[in-house]
């Protein structure tokens, strides 16, 4: 394995991550939980 193969490999799987990671944001089941954390700042005196 070159340092090529290697930094392809890298690349790919620091996409899936950053892809997983946006379906995981934007997911309908974490809606209400993010919704609820953006709404603290005001409820709080």
Known sequence: MDINTLRVATTV???IVFI???????????SEDFDKAANL???QD
């Open 41 to 43: 700042p005001f409820e």
């Open 20 to 30: 997983g990671i946006m379906v995981w944001a934007w997911s309908r089941r974490n």
């Open 13 to 15: 799987a620091s996409f």
